[in-house]
């Protein structure tokens, strides 16, 4: 039976991938066929170096590129923007055996895929600060502040996640005596790209109770609860110097 195009391009991919594509095997037994092989695979593995830099860097060259081989075996590109090629990453760190004395090396991934995700993100409006002028503490605690599309944050509880993250992704000298201890991250679009700045443990649970759509009041609450000594009128003012939030919706 002849096969469509379409047939035919879905088959190449399999045998790329050494799964079983039997209709091509005068083809694939062919030893030229090894280097559409080697060139798909390389360029996975660039891809994978490139959307990871902050791990490279932790692990070395030849470490890096054997593990995203691996990866890039088990897990094809699904979209031809290679940019977003890899978000399944971190998670294959998480239990890749080779990584296991790494234990902080899924979560740096983390922050470089969160990098990309923010790089790739629509832009927009962000909430001004001038635009709360005039409101009383009672109109602004019933409000949800959504955080923009642009911005992602996590805490870490038990390791310098956000310490590791950023000297290794800024190429910065290591700090003589970094304390192991949990630490936060937010990233976010700025005028000059994506930046990245420490959060507390209280701002990533005051932003997670705006994502589930809280207001200020209930919002601020769990967030101290989270922690006790956190400074909310500080965070708060840094949450939208760094154009955090969407504008309010005041319909």
Known sequence: MKRSLGQFQDAFIDALYQRPAPELDALTSQAAFAVYRNTVLKG????????YPSVERLVGTPWMRAAAAEFAWRSPPTDARMVRYGAAFPAFL????????LPYLADVARLDRDWLEVFCAPDGPSLELTSLMGMTAADLGSFCLRPHSAVRWHWFDTQPVYSLWHCSREGLDWPEELP???????????????????????GCAFLDACAAGCNLDQASTLALEAQPDLDFTDLLGRLLRARVFRPLCLA
Do not use: F, Y
């Open 180 to 202: 192991w201890i949990g630490e936060g991250a937010l990233l976010v679009a700025g005028p000059e790209g994506v930046v990245g700045l420490p959060l507390e443990k209280g």
């Open 44 to 51: 996975c593995v660039d891809a994978l170096c490139d959307n």
């Open 94 to 101: 998480s239990d890749l055996e080779s990584a296991r004395e």
